[in-house]
């Protein structure tokens, strides 16, 4: 039986020293990045095959995937546009929200025009909403965008905007809203 040869460690390691030392900084440095190199090659390899495999895997079969439920029919959309409306009878009630609102952006809201229609194609009621407000172009937009996801049954019709000088930082707008609602049950 052969025996093994001992290395001396010490002597290793002076020997690799001494290389080192007479490679100077820039060989050095590639044998660094060659040796990260190797040793990322090395971790991705394994990762690259279990890609491999993900990818070589069958989809499961469509009767397995979640389907979309059918498309509501005309008179489902009918329903819910119908159900989605204001009532005409809390049409006060709503343009307090309008002004509480206004309000709450920071904006003055003195007095607004209302103005009662019925939209004879639609066969809802109409409620137009014309407000003068007055105050910072952001708050403004804010109001508006408020006023909308509180009323999800109103439109914003027209806005209009009027600034005395440009340097002036509030602005007088004129926003015209239009509630959609139904008579009451």
């Known amino acids: 039986m052969k025996a093994m040869p001992s290395y001396n460690l010490a002597a290793l390691l002076l ?14 440095l590639c044998g660094a990045l060659l040796l990260a190199g190797a ?28 389907q979309a439920p059918p498309p509501p029919t005309a008179n489902e959309n009918l329903a819910a546009f119908y159900a989605a409306l204001g009532e005409k009878r809390h049409a006060e009630q709503q343009v307090k929200v309008l002004f509480d609102l206004a309000a709450k952006s920071q904006l003055v809201l003195n007095h607004g025009e209302y103005k009662f229609g019925y939209d004879k194609a639609a066969q809802v009621s109409t409620y137009q909403v014309i407000l003068p407000v007055k105050g910072p172009y952001r708050n403004i937009w ?14 914003l019709d027209e806005v209009s905007f009027r600034r005395d000088t440009i340097a002036d930082p509030t602005v007088d707008a004129r926003l015209r809203f239009t509630l959609y609602l139904k008579e009451a049950p």
């Open 15 to 28: 020997a690799v020293r001494l290389r080192v030392l007479h490679a100077g900084p820039t060989a050095c």
């Open 39 to 66: 040793v990322l090659w090395a971790w991705l390899l394994p990762q690259q095959a279990a890609l491999q495999e993900e990818l070589a895997r069958p989809l499961p079969a469509p009767s397995t995937l979640v």
């Open 142 to 155: 804010r109001f508006a965008l408020r006023a909308l996801a509180a009323l999800p049954y109103a439109g």
